[in-house]
T-cell receptor, first 117, second 113 residues
């Protein structure tokens, strides 16, 4: 029973390139959350998605960032025209459809570390 | 905007000491407060608190929530070097029909021999 799988684990991009980060939730989980962790900071919420729907994107920068969770396949966080300030660890978490009714545990992936040169 | 403030930012203690980590919050439509432990990789879940005054306990770790004063504490007794980690506090707020976790910056705990 695999956990939340994120790839790539490490990604290096030059300024102006695109970064695509993928997240496969745990089996049976239909809710995905993306968080960004800058050095020396906590996890900052970016976006919450269900299959084919963006539920809450209040933490997403207005430009260059987008996220999707298609009916088939992983959730993708896409960053266009990356800048140095995008360098961070990006964590994905998943939950069953009604996670609050269970333990409240949010299952995190190992994170994708993006470095922008 | 929901806000979570943790203190201290970092802490160094000797093995065997007891530590108390603090978390205060402001959130719209509070639903729960959660504690996570983050070592080198993904955060791992410790506790979920929804009611004031009820202590949750797991081994040497315990936590309690005060919904009136809007804070929680995480206690670790008889600390061990394996407790060295960043401890993250998060609050769940309800926005419309969606829940969202807002994290604090964490407390970095280092336990030395």
């Amino acid at each position: 029973n695999a956990g939340v799988m994120q790839n790539p684990r490490h990604l290096v991009r030059r300024r102006g390139q695109e970064a695509r980060l993928r997240c496969s939730p745990m089996k049976g989980h239909s809710h995905v959350y993306w968080y960004r962790q800058l050095p020396e900071e906590g996890l900052k919420f970016m976006v919450y998605l269900q299959k084919e729907n963006i539920i809450d994107e209040s933490g997403m920068p207005k430009e260059r960032f987008s996220a999707e969770f298609p009916k088939e396949g992983p959730s993708i966080l896409r960053i266009q025209q990356v800048v140095r300030g995008d360098s961070a660890a990006y964590f994905c978490a998943s939950s069953p459809s009604k996670w609050r009714e269970y333990t409240g545990e949010l299952f995190f992936g190992e994170g994708s570390r993006l470095t922008v040169l | 905007e929901d806000k979570v403030v943790q203190s201290p930012l970092s802490l160094v203690v000797h093995e065997g000491d007891t530590v108390t980590l603090n978390c205060s919050y402001e959130v719209t439509n509070f639903r729960s407060l959660l504690w996570y432990k983050q070592e080198k990789k993904a955060p791992t879940f410790l506790f979920m608190l929804t009611s004031s005054g009820i202590e949750k306990k797991s081994g040497r770790l315990s936590s309690i929530l005060d919904k009136k004063e809007l804070f929680s504490i995480l206690n670790i007794t008889a600390t061990q070097t394996g407790d060295s980690a960043i401890y993250l506090c998060a609050v769940e707020g309800l926005t419309g029909t969606a829940s969202k976790l807002t994290f604090g910056t964490g407390t970095r705990l280092q336990v030395t021999l």
